[in-house]
Structure formats: C-alpha cells, structure tokens
C-alpha cells in the first residue's frame, strides 16, 4: 500500500494518529487561503484536525502519481494528487491535496487548491474559527474597515 493509499484511507477513517504516521516532522502545508505554510508536524496535524471537523460528505474522487518539484527547495520529489469533493456550509468545494514525499516515503510538503471562490471563502471562514477554537492560532483583530458609530449626543 503507497503512502497516499495510507493517507487516504486515514483521511477517509479520521485516524489522525495515522496521519501522525506519515508525515515529517517538519512537513509543510501550504493552504489556498494563507500565503505562509503552516508548518512543523504538531501544527499540522492540528489543522487536519480541524478540516476534518469542518468538511461534509468529504471523499476522494481519483488520484494521479508521478514527481513534481517541492515547493521548499524546486527538488523533484515523488508526488501524489488527490482529487476530492466535500462541503462547507453550503458551498460544493472541488479540489486537489498535492502531496510530496521524502526518500522514506512520509509527506513532507502538502498543497490544497480548491474551486470555486466562494467555496475557497467560505472553508478560510470554517477553518480559522476552528484553529482559534483549537488555541491554535490568535483571534482575528477587529477589522479597521468597520463601520463606526458616531457617539449619541443629548
């Protein structure tokens, strides 16, 4: 069984003690909805923990193999693409999980593209409430484009 074979099912089971398996200790995933990758295994794994949470009726719809350079050093690395259907709220999101392995075979790099913007939108919204519920990231400051309502005078 390949190491996306592993994940899938993992994903498909919501065994993050399985996931925990295959990924680096320094893995990095690169989200459609933040510039920076999180990184670093516990981050990682926190994440999924939330995406599994947030997802509905999610599952794989096919897969393709082959190498693909990684996005830390342009390296070509053994690749995986998973393509897969789910919802958010009610948006249907299609999209892929591009995954990288090292020479072991665990994922070291991880990448999400999804479609439509809506949807892209509406799982940043899902999934940032969950990681601030999670402790795992800080509560977004207020928004400095907010209405403001002028003081009542008498």
Do not use: C
Not at 44 to 68: E, M
Not at 78 to 86: D, I, P, Q
């Amino acid at each position: 069984m390949t190491t996306a074979d592993r994940f899938r099912a993992a994903v498909d089971n919501r065994d993050l003690t399985a996931l925990d398996d295959l990924f680096t200790e320094d893995i990095r995933f690169y989200s459609p909805v933040k510039f920076t990758p999180f990184e670093g295994k516990p981050m990682v794994l926190g994440l999924f923990g939330v995406l599994l949470r947030t997802f509905k009726d999610f599952r794989y719809v096919g897969d393709y193999t082959g190498t693909a350079q990684t996005s830390t050093d342009g390296t070509a690395a053994e690749s995986a693409v998973l393509l897969f259907r789910a919802g958010v709220g009610d948006k249907e999101i299609h999209g892929i999980d591009l995954l990288h392995f090292d020479d072991d075979g665990r994922i070291k790099e991880f990448t999400v593209m999804v479609r439509p913007q809506s949807a892209v939108h509406a799982l940043g919204e899902a999934v940032l409430a969950g990681l601030v519920a999670d402790g795992l990231a800080p509560a977004p400051a207020p928004s400095d484009t907010a209405p403001v309502t002028p003081p009542r005078r008498g």
